[in-house]
């Protein structure tokens, strides 16, 4: 990378981990609900305008697409944890969308059989967590974007890993529901392990796309 393309672009990605450390150091703060609220999309938000500035065609497109909407989950789920899921549920089926569009030529017996745990897993998972219909339906998407994240031909270490992190935070969201209720390694862990999975994706994709595109580079 030329060092005008790290002056023009990586201010995007400077700025989303700032915001997401400022949020996770203030989230106890008594600062103002919308302020926090704003302070908590920011983050994400930051990924969308890094992939779309940075990440070329239709894919590059959905990646900020997918960004953007968990952008909006993270402030509307502050009002409403119905509104935050529905919007993470719509990023999940574009996600899902872009991942069966880039799919891996060839997977080994391993890469399929870890893509059925994550699909299976996931929602069954969530349903001994929460004991909720509502929670183990969008988990079956959740699954699903996991699964195909970890079969596309992007990096399973970097977006596939994404993927992961982003199933464990819900996991974690959901002991909340069900008999654990509150606990203390939930709260200190649901941001870091959320926030790691959408920077792995969002940068996972846009390097593989750009590299696969050589207008691009």
Do not use: C
């Not at 065609?57 to 960004?67: F, K, N, Q, S």
């Not at 909720?132 to 969008?138: N, P, Q």
Request: proline share 3%; no cysteine.
């Amino acid at each position: 990378m030329s060092r005008a393309a790290l002056i023009e672009h990586r201010p995007w990605l400077l700025a989303s981990i700032v915001a997401a450390v400022a949020y996770y150091a203030l989230s106890d703060a008594p600062l103002g609900g919308i302020q926090l609220m704003v302070l908590k999309a920011l983050g994400v938000a930051f990924l969308a305008a890094y992939a779309l500035r940075r990440a070329p065609g239709h894919d590059g497109r959905l990646i900020a697409i997918v960004m953007a909407l968990g952008a909006v989950g993270d402030a509307a789920i502050e009002v409403s944890f119905i509104a935050g899921g529905s919007a993470f549920f719509l990023g999940h089926l574009v996600a899902i969308g872009l991942y069966l569009r880039n799919r891996r030529a060839q997977t080994t017996a391993s890469q399929r059989l870890a893509a059925v745990a994550l699909l299976v897993a996931t929602p069954l998972i969530a349903w001994l967590l929460s004991r909720d219909a509502a929670v183990a339906l969008y988990s079956v998407a959740l699954g699903a974007m996991a699964a195909a994240a970890w079969s596309s031909r992007f990096g399973r270490y970097r977006v596939g890993t994404g993927a992961v992190l982003f199933v464990v935070s819900d996991w974690l969201i959901f002991t909340r529901m069900g008999p654990i209720g509150e606990n203390l390694l939930a709260d200190w862990l649901i941001w870091p392990l959320y926030y790691s999975g959408q920077f792995l994706i969002a940068t996972g994709v846009v390097q593989a796309l750009r590299r696969h595109t050589p207008r691009a580079a």
